[in-house]
């Protein structure tokens, strides 16, 4: 059973930042890849970020690069995305998610947190 608890949406005006944070029970540690999607109303679910919290290569879609930051805690359970200089297009409800590989993560046949609601406007 792995359990994802997502927290730190809000709302803020454009050029503003916000902070998810994701935390993970996972007992047999078999969603090592973590990361968030995000969907807007109206709008396909798309991956924003996502990475092994053990290390290597960083995925990011090419709407945030540059501009959100995905990172662990000092453990492999708590996972951060930092998102600055928002935009109102980053306006979706965010959801954290976990995987055991990337690609189950892209195909969105990991676990599910609920979502965090993060909106953008001035």
């Known amino acids: 059973q792995v359990l994802l608890v997502g927290s730190g949406g809000g709302s803020v005006q454009p050029g503003g930042s916000l902070r998810l944070s994701c935390t993970k029970s996972?007992?047999?540690?078999?969603?090592?890849?973590m990361g968030w999607f995000r969907q807007a109303p109206g709008k396909e679910r798309e991956a924003v970020a996502g990475?092994?919290?053990?290390?290597?290569?960083?995925y990011y879609h090419n709407s945030v690069k540059g501009r959100f930051t995905i990172s662990r805690g000092d453990g492999h359970n708590t996972v951060y995305l930092q998102m600055n200089n928002l935009k109102p297009e980053d306006t979706a409800m965010y959801y954290c998610s976990a995987a055991k590989y990337s690609g189950d993560f892209l195909a969105e046949a990991g676990y599910w947190g609920q979502g965090t609601q993060v909106t953008v406007s001035s």
């Open positions: 996972d007992h047999g540690d078999s969603s090592p890849y």
């Open positions: 990475f092994y919290t053990s290390g290597g290569s960083i």
